[in-house]
């Protein structure tokens, strides 16, 4: 969405903080500033951030009737509900089609923008798009997270929604990631959904979420330094 998100998310990379990033093709500017950040170098780490709001669409009106306007932008969120699944697929499976030409590969997962998956018409399109690529997806314990785990795709065991963009630090999150851990019996895969970043001008104008996107970057950067998860029984996965 940005340099400095690009610059913070490289940098968690080379920290060892993080293991896994996702990349937007239809936000302005995404492309092109992927290519200048070389995301190829993580193409076995990186996913697909599948979108249906927050920029762009890949396709035309004429293409996707349903899901974009006369203004060739997206449908409202409020709208997104309505709109056909052959639509939603046609979209994604551009999508899909962007981020494998970036990486040289195809995506290392699936996981979407503002949660969008989690809606009906979009979910059997998730599903779909997940076990033709043989993809594993942003899963988790809830709904959603059944559906996808009965249609045989593999995915996180559990899904930490609601730390980012808080502020809460690294406290909080051990708390959290310990008490998901014992939920668990400490068996599974957990994620931790985050949104790094450097704060900067473009980004201000861009998206309510800035400065405390620079929070949850400290936060996982002074766990890994502390080497917290090793020490409580953690391993650092991909999806792969």
């Not at 929070?215 to 391993?235: K, P, S, T």
Request: glycine share 8%; proline share 3%; with cysteine.
């Amino acid at each position: 969405l940005s340099g400095g998100i690009c610059r913070a998310i490289l940098e968690l990379f080379y920290a060892q903080a993080v293991t896994t990033t996702t990349i937007m093709v239809a936000a302005p500017g995404a492309l092109r500033r992927s290519r200048d950040w070389k995301v190829e170098r993580l193409a076995e780490m990186a996913g697909l951030h599948l979108q249906l709001s927050g920029g762009l669409p890949l396709s035309s009106r004429r293409q996707a009737r349903s899901l974009v306007d006369n203004t060739g932008r997206f449908v409202p969120r409020s709208e997104l509900s309505q709109v056909d699944p052959a639509d939603i697929e046609h979209e994604w499976r551009l999508q899909v089609e962007a981020v494998s030409e970036l990486l040289g590969r195809l995506p290392s997962h699936l996981d979407s923008h503002h949660g969008v998956h989690h809606l009906p018409n979009c979910l059997d399109v998730y599903i779909a798009l997940a076990s033709e690529f043989n993809l594993p997806v942003r899963r988790g314990d809830d709904v959603t997270g059944r559906r996808v785990k009965a249609a045989g795709v593999a995915g996180s065991d559990e899904v930490i929604y609601d730390w980012t963009a808080h502020g809460f630090g690294a406290e909080r999150l051990m708390e959290m990631l310990a008490s998901t851990a014992a939920r668990m019996s400490g068996c599974g895969t957990v994620e931790v959904v985050s949104h790094p970043g450097f704060n900067d001008s473009y980004l201000e104008s861009a998206s309510s979420l800035n400065k405390l996107r620079e929070a949850d970057m400290y936060a996982l950067r002074e766990i890994a330094e502390d080497h917290w998860l090793e020490r409580h029984g953690f391993e650092l996965r991909t999806f792969q």
